[in-house]
T-cell receptor, first 113, second 110 residues
Framework: DQQVKQNSPSLSVQEGRISILNCDYTNSMFDYFLWYKKYPAEGPTFLIS?????DKNEDGRFTVFLNKSAKHLSLHIVPSQPGDSAVYFCAARFSGNTGKLIFGQGTTLQVKP | DVKVTQSSRYLVKRTGEKVFLECVQD?????MFWYRQDPGLGLRLIYFSYDVKMKEKGDIPEGYSVSREKKERFSLILESASTNQTSMYLC?????????FGSGTQLSVL
């Protein structure tokens, strides 16, 4: 039972354009949502997060949108750069939990020069 | 900066061997985690620990055990390695909602 789903395994975008990565979840008890970025042969690194009481969080070129009624979140990268090419994981945390995160399957983003 | 160090980047073991994966964090975090990453499956939680000598099973604990004798160190043990345990293993520690990961250990079981 996949509680956090990333239905697009891959995405290809031209440099300078917007990248939109999507994530769906099933459990209303998640209180935080996070995005991680992973390069090959490296561990994931934290990118941006959003609390379940908010609907938008922005950090530079990265914005995360949360739609609780649809149980959907998205990561927007504007403008996209070739160095953004990586695997992006969506993750969710149960409220009151000890920090355990449930991850999606990942989306591989390729930004073409 | 938080540093999570995994003892090996690459490891090759034989079926049936006992395998130890070591992880050390330097930020005095209470919580530590072991995940494995497989293509198309994302990161799946094997075990986590929220205090010394405390552990809880994650989503896929079968075939694994863990040890946390000191706050900074969390070890993953494969009691009898099998080929389906070939994977990228990632250790993490957490502060609040944010996990900090090590560089990972790519384990191949032949």
């Amino acid at each position: 039972d996949q509680q956090v789903k990333q239905n697009s395994p891959s995405l290809s975008v031209q440099e300078g354009r917007i990248s939109i990565l999507n994530c769906d979840y099933t459990n209303s008890m998640f209180d935080y949502f996070l995005w991680y970025k992973k390069y090959p042969a490296e561990g994931p690194t934290f990118l941006i997060s959003i609390s379940s009481i908010k609907d938008k969080n922005e950090d530079g070129r990265f914005t995360v949108f949360l739609n609780k009624s649809a149980k959907h979140l998205s990561l927007h990268i504007v403008p996209s750069q070739p160095g953004d090419s990586a695997v992006y994981f969506c993750a969710a945390r149960f409220s009151g939990n000890t920090g355990k995160l449930i991850f999606g399957q990942g989306t591989t983003l390729q930004v073409k020069p | 900066d938080v540093k999570v160090t995994q003892s090996s980047r690459y490891l090759v073991k034989r079926t049936g061997e006992k395998v130890f994966l070591e992880c050390v964090q330097d930020m005095d975090h209470e919580n530590m985690f072991w995940y494995r990453q497989d293509p198309g499956l994302g990161l799946r939680l094997i075990y986590f620990s929220y205090d010394v000598k405390m552990k809880e099973k994650g989503d896929i604990p079968e075939g694994y055990s863990v040890s946390r004798e000191k706050k900074e160190r969390f070890s993953l043990i494969l009691e009898s390695a099998s080929t389906n345990q070939t994977s990228m293993y990632l250790c993490a520690s957490s502060r609040y909602e944010k996990l900090f990961f090590g560089s990972g250990t790519q384990l191949s079981v032949l």
